[in-house]
């Protein structure tokens, strides 16, 4: 039998879930408004958001960028859609054109007449620096030029021993005993490498050959057009 309270209970139960189906149904709407606003409120379409997106993707592509952070000149040479298609995927499906510097790097279909972004960019040119310290009458050597790696090639005469090298200030080789033979190592790509020794010997000779891929790097445009009906 049921019983006025009951009833009441029951009466309250389908009121709240009426109240929620509107309260779901306002969030819903308000989130749709919302995000029709922010595009208005920016004045980005969704297009051009797309292309932005593109844009992104590519200047973040770790085949195509330098330790520096900046484009590899190589790379982007070497590039093309199929391969810059392979590691994005936000590229598949859609006609787009991607230039550097007026360059185009790749393009796909026909991207006249669609949404283009532009934004600046850094550019790395490589090249290769090499410096020897000669350990009869110096102790560094400084290499022209950013880098993350440098190939150092130990050769002391018999009465030396190469106890320590520092790249800038940090310790990158250390064997009290000696340090001979070739090593590779990872440097700081914030500033230029400058290669010290720390020798033991009454009259210290031999060399230290230091060289590295050092990049160039200025900065430039990269201009993404995406089909806006892609």
């Known amino acids: 039998m049921q019983t006025k309270t009951t009833a009441r209970a029951q009466t309250n139960l389908a009121g709240l879930a009426i109240a929620l189906v509107f309260l779901t149904a306002a969030t819903v709407s308000g989130v749709v408004i919302a995000d029709r606003t922010l595009v208005d409120a920016t004045g980005d379409s969704l297009e051009q958001q797309r292309a932005e997106q593109v844009a992104a993707a590519v200047a973040d592509e770790p085949s195509l960028t330098t330790p520096l952070g900046a484009f590899d000149v190589t790379a982007l040479n070497a590039t093309n859609a199929s391969t810059l298609e392979a590691a ?12 550097v510097n007026g360059t185009v790097v790749a393009e796909r ?48 005469d018999g009465n030396t021993t190469v106890e320590t090298i520092r790249v800038n200030d940090r ?25 010290r020794a720390e020798v033991s010997g009454p009259t210290p000779s031999g060399t230290i050959v230091a060289d590295a891929t050092v990049y160039d790097v200025e900065t430039t445009t990269m201009e993404v057009t995406v089909d806006a009906t892609a």
């Open 88 to 99: 994005l995927p936000v590229l598949r499906g859609i006609d787009y054109r991607i230039s």
């Open 109 to 156: 279909g026909d991207a006249d007449g669609g949404v283009t972004v532009r934004r600046g960019v850094a550019v790395a040119t490589p090249r290769f620096e090499s410096e020897t310290i000669s350990l009869d009458s110096d102790d560094s050597a400084s290499i022209a030029g950013r880098t993350d790696a440098v190939r150092l090639v130990v050769n002391p």
């Open 171 to 195: 310790v990158v080789l250390h064997r009290p005993t000696g340090i001979e033979g070739t090593h590779v190592v990872n440097v700081s790509a914030s500033a230029a490498p400058l290669i």
